[in-house]
């Protein structure tokens, strides 16, 4: 006798929902789908005792007549596919055509629907598995998808449910999605009778419903993406860096679908490289359409994984798009800040050679300096010490501290009133000798000196260092280091990229090696100390899997550090405006390379009402 049989239908139905349907909120995502692929308007969700008491999907789609409704209870049973051929190119959400013959399996189905076209409509009362009675009757066009006692006949499953709150924020997780990757959509969330969530529908912009649901206390805009390449369009919207958490906030959607990428996951954070303080995660939704023939999304029960074709050049797209969102949010910073306009958008410099000047200015200077021409008086600062003629300048990083005419109660050290009316940022000075302090058009902008002059630093000697011209200081006397054979491994493998760094170092005989030129901008640390700094980076944990480009930034990163004015550094008045003008001629100057942030505002409107005003 055979041990092989077939196994019984509902059976079957049952497997299928173990691997289908998860939990309450598996039945929301099916019932929502299908209604958003009926072509409905608005779409109605009612949720009582957590989701296994009664679950109800109401819809103004086009609604089924009866054989449809009754097809539609059968395993694989679809209006989505015809041929194999389609599923390679898959245009709508469900298609699998197993959902509501697995729900139906392990739940009391009703379904009450009526095309629109008809003047009455059908109701099928399905037991789990066991169609119980079918009738026909009056009814609003559209479906109403309506489960009760889900898991009633597996207790098994039904006692690995979460908590009641956990089930929950599961439906609801459904809900935004859905309201965000279709923003024309209406919908509402009910629970136990009490309204949760509503959208109206035909109403809300894509940038709205984003910043209602992921950024409602925002003050100011999200960070716009958008980018057209083929049949490659991206578009998002992600807050601000500030305003990201430690937690995953990212939404992503394919197509319409909301996914789970790592890939994409991944482009979005290496675009915010250098803006993210390290802990913090990206947040935002970001929607990308393009060809179905080049997404395979059946590669998951639940749909919600999916392969890309050729991911290399998604993931690029998505690096470059970010990175030129970011270029554009510091446009925006300066016009709060300086009063700059914000001009067409330019392609942000990725990793290519570069010129030898950065912002506009000479390559050379390491000490905050305005850009040239310069007014008399800031030209006659004495910015910079030099060694020789035959080396370039090395950054003073420890200001003189001359004597300023104010009382000593004054914190501040105020620039001179003629000068503040030039322009519509006005410098009013350095605030514990740390922060500068400015008045704006509307308000006041405190910038954090480090903060500001460490990523100035960074952005030219990122550009220094692909143009292979980070001016190097050769030392009077080689430091002769004994390397361990990790950092012999480190000095074989990327000697070329620490060459470009400024760093001479040459073999000395057995693991001895000697360290013949540093980066003049560190010339004030020693030897020793800029090699270990190096070495850290390429040895230690984090840094194993980076890119060659994430990773040199982060080298670079911890040179600028080391190499920008401190906090409690006193800066003259012509110092503080030379940074000023820096910030605003600089492309990018809002967060320092570890994500710090670099200026916070204060609009008048906020300091009225800490007043009471």
Request: aromatic share 6%.
């Amino acid at each position: 006798m055979s041990k092989i049989r077939i196994l019984p239908e509902n059976l079957a139905n049952q497997i299928a929902a173990g691997e289908v349907i998860e939990r309450p909120a598996s039945v929301v995502k099916e019932f929502v789908e299908n209604a958003v692929d009926a072509g409905a308007g608005r779409i109605g969700v009612e949720v009582e005792g957590a989701g296994s008491r009664l679950l109800r999907v109401i819809d103004d789609g086009e609604g089924m007549d009866q054989d449809d409704m009754l097809l539609c209870l059968e395993r694989h049973a679809t209006s989505k596919l015809h041929s194999s051929e389609e599923l390679s190119a898959i245009h709508t959400l469900g298609f699998r055509g197993e959902a509501i013959s697995s729900i139906a399996s392990v739940s009391r189905l009703t379904i009450t629907s009526r095309r629109q076209d008809e003047e009455l409509g059908h109701r099928a009362e399905i037991r789990y598995g066991q169609l119980h009675k079918v009738h026909e009757m009056g009814c609003a066009h559209g479906t109403v998808m309506e489960v009760r006692d889900l898991f009633g006949n597996v207790p098994a499953r039904r006692k690995f449910l979460k908590t009641a709150r956990t089930e929950l924020y599961h439906v609801e997780e459904i809900i935004i999605n859905s309201a965000l990757a279709f923003p024309r959509l209406g919908l509402t969330y009910a629970v136990n009778g009490k309204n949760v969530r509503s959208f109206a529908a035909g109403t809300d912009t894509p940038e709205a419903r984003v910043k209602s649901i992921m950024a409602r206390n925002l003050s100011g805009p999200l960070v716009g993406i958008e980018s057209r390449q083929d049949d490659f369009v991206l578009r998002g919207y992600l807050l601000p860096p500030d305003e990201c958490a430690s937690s995953a906030g990212l939404r992503i959607f394919v197509n319409n679908r909301a996914v789970r990428d790592r890939m994409i996951s991944h482009a979005v954070a290496e675009g915010l490289h250098g803006f993210l303080m390290k802990g913090r995660r990206p947040s935002g939704a970001l929607f990308l359409q393009l060809d179905p023939h080049r997404v395979d999304v059946n590669v998951h029960p639940t749909k919600q994984e999916i392969r890309f074709h050729r991911s290399q050049d998604i993931h690029h797209m998505i690096v470059a798009a970010v990175k030129q969102a970011m270029q554009t949010y510091q446009q925006e910073i300066q016009h709060v800040v300086f009063g700059r306009p914000v001009v067409a958008e330019q392609p942000i410099a990725l990793h290519t050679e570069e010129h030898k000047e950065i912002n506009g200015l000479p390559a050379t200077v390491d000490r905050i300096a305005p850009p040239t021409p310069v007014t008399k008086s800031i030209a006659d600062v004495p910015l910079e010490k030099k060694e020789s003629a035959a080396l370039p300048p090395l950054p003073s990083l420890h200001p003189v501290s001359p004597p300023v005419q104010v009382r000593e109660s004054t914190p501040f050290s105020f620039a001179k009133p003629q000068e503040r009316q030039k322009r519509r940022f006005r410098y009013v000075g350095q605030f514990m000798q740390s922060y500068l302090v400015c008045e704006t058009d509307d308000g006041i902008a405190v910038i954090d000196q480090h903060a500001a002059h460490e990523r100035l630093l960074f952005e030219r000697m990122k550009k220094e260092y692909n143009a292979m011209n980070i001016p190097g200081q050769a030392l009077l006397f080689p430091e002769i280091i004994e390397c361990t054979p990790p950092q012999v491994e480190v000095l074989e493998k990327y000697g070329d990229e620490i060459a470009r760094l400024g760093l001479t170092i040459r073999e000395f005989g057995g693991e001895s090696y000697a360290i013949k030129a540093v980066p003049a901008i560190l010339g004030h640390l020693g030897p020793l100390e800029i090699i270990n700094g190096v070495f850290d980076h390429y040895l230690q944990r984090t840094g194993k899997g980076k890119g060659a480009a994430t990773r040199i930034d982060d080298i670079l990163a911890n040179m600028a550090c080391k190499a920008a004015v401190k906090a409690h550094d006193r800066l003259l008045p012509e110092e503080g405006e030379a940074l000023l003008r820096r910030m605003e001629e600089a492309d990018i100057f809002s967060h320092c390379p570890h994500g710090r942030p670099v200026v916070k505002t204060f609009s008048e409107a906020d300091i009225k009402k800490w007043f009471y005003r």
